[in-house]
């Protein structure tokens, strides 16, 4: 079965940095994108990146410059680096497992999420 499991998340003061992990298991790896996805209470689910299974990368507008994505295949792990955090970053972010679809992505399965909190 698809496991996801994100770590990383914790208490950070705006201007600080974290860096996420997702340890994945049960589907060939390298063969799907990776997003990492977000969501504050009470809102929706914020895609924040992607990185294809060819290595391309896409961010959301409002981490651009800020947040970095990487996928490490033979360690089956995605991870994002969280750099000159705001206030407006604090959330819960999941990793996502993913194909394309249309014109975007379509995210197939989830992790348990971990918090990051920004204050």
């Known amino acids: 079965d698809v496991q996801l499991v994100e770590s990383g998340g914790g208490l950070v003061q705006p201007g600080g940095s974290l860096r996420l992990s997702c340890a994945a298991s049960?589907?060939?790896?390298?063969?799907?994108?990776m997003n990492w996805v977000r969501q504050a209470p009470g809102k929706d689910r914020e895609g924040v990146a992607v990185?294809?299974?060819?290595?391309?990368?896409s961010y959301d507008d409002s981490v651009k410059g800020r947040f970095s994505i990487s996928r490490d295949n033979a360690k089956n792990t995605l991870y994002l680096q969280l750099n000159t955090l705001k206030t407006e970053d604090t959330a819960m972010y999941y990793c996502?497992?993913?194909?394309?679809?249309?014109?975007?992505?379509?995210?197939?399965?989830w992790g348990q999420g971990t918090q990051v909190t920004v204050s």
């Open positions: 990185v294809e299974s060819d290595g391309t990368i």
């Open positions: 049960g589907f060939t790896f390298s063969s799907y994108y």
């Open positions: 996502a497992k993913a194909l394309p679809a249309g014109s975007g992505y379509e995210w197939s399965d």
